[in-house]
């Protein structure tokens, strides 16, 4: 009897209870979260996350807690929180995007008509430059080379454009400078693109702010978005006075 009961005793323990089993299927092996690394920005992009700036729609960008806005228009968007960019992409990508900026404003030195533009044009170029100097130091130190070069319509020439994976379509990053300079009405061109513009600048900011660990990165990113979508605000008012609809 007593050996008996020993192998009963000997078979419960080898099998796991019901509960147990339930317990196993409940909770499957998690997947990492580093593998959505790299889908990420690529599914922003393809469902139009980010505006264009030939397009005149303005998206919402994504923010974080970290640096709220003002502006409705650079608001919380879904699952923002899984709209990432990297440091590396983040100062490459941003660089020409200020460039194309300081290519704008350029031209609103000459050609718009009313003095707010002109003085709007001379703040832009001020603070974009400093930032391009800022981005390129950055870079240089933590990379060891000089920011790669991206072609105007947002993708990236020289060895390094396989690192930015699906960036290269990006809509945001481009202009349409031939409407700019042939617009009838050259401020009211300026102010519908340089908004777009600016919100994409916001919303990349926002981005790298999900994940940097450089404190010189995050206050760079927090300085673009406070600073452009005052400008933001500032354009919307200025369309509304003018031209009596939104912006």
Not at 32 to 47: D, M, N, Y
Not at 227 to 246: D, F, L, R, S, V
Request: glycine content about 6%; aromatic content about 4%.
């Amino acid at each position: 009897m007593t050996e008996r009961n020993n192998q009963a005793k000997s078979s419960i323990v080898g099998k796991a209870s019901p509960v147990e089993n339930r317990r196993t299927m409940a909770n499957p092996v998690a997947v990492p979260p580093k593998i959505w690394g790299g889908l990420a920005i690529a599914a922003i992009f393809l469902s139009g996350g980010l505006a264009s700036c030939a397009d005149r729609t303005a998206q919402s960008p994504s923010t974080t807690d970290t640096t709220p806005t003002t502006d409705p228009s650079v608001s919380s968007s879904p699952n923002s929180s899984s709209q990432t960019i990297s440091d590396r992409d983040f100062l490459t990508m941003m660089t020409a995007h200020h460039k194309q900026a300081l290519e704008m404003a350029d031209l609103a030195l000459t050609r718009a008509k009313r003095p707010e533009i002109e003085q709007l044009a001379r703040s832009i170029i001020k603070d974009q430059k400093s930032e391009i100097q800022t981005m390129a130091a950055l870079y240089k130190t933590a990379y060891g080379t000089e920011i790669p070069a991206m072609a105007m319509g947002g993708g990236m020439m020289g060895k390094d454009a396989n690192s930015m994976n699906g960036m290269n379509g990006m809509s945001g990053m481009k202009m349409d400078m031939n409407a700019l300079k042939n617009a009838a009405d050259f401020d009211k061109e300026f102010l519908q693109q340089m908004s777009v513009h600016h919100r994409t600048a916001a919303q990349m900011s926002q981005m790298v702010l999900q994940t940097t660990k450089s404190p010189e990165i995050r206050t760079l990113a927090q300085s673009i978005v406070k600073a452009q979508t005052a400008e933001i605000g500032q354009m919307q008012k200025w369309y509304q006075t003018w031209y009596k609809a939104a912006l």
